[in-house]
């Protein structure tokens, strides 16, 4: 089992920047993928970005290429999603999400096995 605990959810204006972070604990795999999900009332589930353990080039959704970054501190078991330049349209809960062990990654959430609460991110025009 894997527990994971999201947290940096706020209210900004459009054009700010948050910092989300999510703590992993329990049984972490040296190969394994974590990824960052968003979802807002009325719309699927979407992978915004995901993270192979051994370091492969992360995988970005297209609406936040170039504006998001995923990226994982080892020592502190924390995976972090930098969001710049936000628009009012990323604002929905984000969600954390890792799968078991894994040598490859996608943006697929039936792929990841164990998912955080969610943080808020509101972004207002």
């Known amino acids: 089992q894997v527990q994971l605990v999201e947290s940096g959810g706020d209210s900004v204006q459009a054009g700010g920047s948050l910092r989300l972070s999510c703590v992993a604990s ?4 040296s190969r394994m993928c974590f990824g960052w999900f968003r979802q807002s009332p009325g ?3 979407e992978g915004v970005a995901i993270i192979h353990t051994l370091g492969h080039s992360p995988i970005y959704a297209d609406s936040v290429q170039g504006r998001f970054t995923i990226s994982r501190d080892r020592a502190k078991n924390t995976v972090y999603l930098d969001m710049n330049s936000l628009r009012p349209e990323d604002t929905a809960m984000y969600y954390c ?3 078991g062990l894994s040598n490859r990654c996608d943006r697929e959430a ?3 096995n164990y998912w955080g609460q969610g ?3 509101t972004v207002s025009s």
Do not use: I, L, N, V
């Open 26 to 29: 329990g049984d972490t795999a």
């Open 43 to 45: 719309k699927e589930r």
């Open 97 to 99: 999400a890792a799968t």
């Open 110 to 112: 039936s792929r990841f």
């Open 119 to 121: 943080t808020q991110a």
